[in-house]
């Protein structure tokens, strides 16, 4: 019997198996940032995996980082996810929406021409597509402290929000460079307040945040995810494990669904181990992801290193994945021409394996 075909226990979310799908953003709502019946379809194709963590999901108006990405800030949209949601049930899977703020990846063209918030006045250093073009990132205002509260207070509306459209759980986006990992690492976040500085203090907004939401959801029901070695959207931290062995401990307190940690860097600029100190601290469920395949997904559940593991790209072409693992056939090549388009194209037409 393979060990991600286990059945598992995420706080309160029971799953069929550990073959977890990592969010995805895939621009497939409307410009209003509604979901789409497309996305319905999309997520009701992927309901074999134990649990699916739908896409970065924003909490407020305005803070539009892509094109045409979701929220959860409207009735319309609550609406709109509720078929989401019904239709991955329907399908015997589980669904968490990931919670976003972009923070300074926000760009003014996709937000009515407002500055972005970020922890300091420092910018991404590279371009962002916007439908005018390839856009240099901006200098986002420092949040000032007064601000902070209605962050968290647009973090708590979205999660009342995710309960009313019948999601099984949340995830906190604490990685890849936005708002909360911003605030975390200390090459976004020069403050000189009780935001930034120590660790204690760099964490603050995430655990107010965290806070907020377990007063919505039973903490079992919420899932963090962070990547403390992830260098994409010009992120570092001068000590990615000090950083990863902090929050573990911490995180330790609140008995969360899970604590999901990107290994690795995608950019593979930096080295590290940030997995192996979460992984010994941490007393609660790890769930895993960056760069796996199914032998090395296999022996980190089976060594019992991690509880499940999250996969990213092969989703995207395999809608059958854990099928095509359980019966080890070759997997389908994701393109990325596509990621981000917002049509059916390259999105729902990945069909099953043939068997
Ligand atoms: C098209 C695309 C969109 C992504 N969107 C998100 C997202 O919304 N939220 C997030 O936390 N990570 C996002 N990621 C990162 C993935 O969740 C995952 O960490 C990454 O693909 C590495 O896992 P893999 O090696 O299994 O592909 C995205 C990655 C890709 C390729």
Redesign the pocket.
Known sequence: MSALFEPLKLGNIQLKNRVIM?????CRATEDNVPTELMATYYGQRAEAGLIIA??TMVMPGNSAFYREPGIHSNEQVAAWKKVTERVHQNGGKIVL?L?HGGRACHPILNDGNTPVAPSALAINGSVHTPEGKKEYVIPQALNRADIPAIVEGFVKAAINAKAANFDGIEI?G??GYLIDEFLRDSANIRDDNYGGSLENRSRLLFEILEGVINVWDSGNVGL?VSPMNSSNSMRDSDPEGLTAYLAKRLNEYELAYFHV?RAD?LQKQQGDVLSVASKLYQGNIIS????DYTEAEDDVMNGKVAAV?????F?ANPDLPSRFKLGLDLATPNPKT??THDGHGYTDYPRAQV
Do not use: D, K
């Open positions: 990592a969010p995805l953003t895939r896409e970065a990931q976003w986006h990685a890849n995810r990107m995608f992801n960056m760069g796996y999250a996969f990213g790209s092969a995207i990621f981000y």
